[in-house]
């Protein structure tokens, strides 16, 4: 499966800040054996977010885009709206999931603001700004994502089980 990597961040993006997250999300679904065929930053700024979530999407460059920052209450952090506004199809539980997981090691996590969603045969998917949070988030939704990606891709069936 094919994974596009989308950071939000308008230091990253000026180059005054190093971008560890994406490199962390890399790092993490190449360990699962999927295959990253971009990385990207990218400014926090809606229409350039939606434009590049649209081309990965449309173009079916990935089956799988995970983004990076610009979940949280700054009023530059656009990436949930930015999501909802390309996306089909919401996928609620993702992020709902990550933010409970996420419950455990910090009260914070109830302030992210990430959204899942899906257009045409992409699964997009909202995770945090840091690496830490990035990692732990990942380890738990990695797992059950391959799942529902071989659903959408038409590779499996229904997710009850027997």
Known sequence: M???????????????????SGPAIAEMVGAEGYEVVSQTILPDDQ??????????????LADLLLTTGGTGFSPRDVMPEATAAVS??????????MRAYS??????????RAASGIRNRT????????????????EYILPELRHGLEILLGQAGDCARH
């Not at 229409?47 to 079916?60: H, K, S, V, W």
């Not at 089909?88 to 999931?97: H, L, S």
């Open 123 to 138: 699964l997009i998917v909202n995770l945090p700004g840091s690496p830490k949070a990035v990692r732990e988030c990942l």
């Open 47 to 60: 229409a350039l977010l939606e434009q590049e979530m649209i081309r990965i999407c449309d173009d079916g």
């Open 103 to 112: 419950m455990q090691f910090t009260k914070r996590s109830m302030l992210s």
């Open 2 to 20: 094919r994974v596009a990597i989308l950071t939000s961040s308008d230091s990253g993006y000026a180059g005054e800040r190093e971008d560890l």
């Open 88 to 97: 089909q199809r919401m996928v609620p539980g993702i992020p709902e999931a």
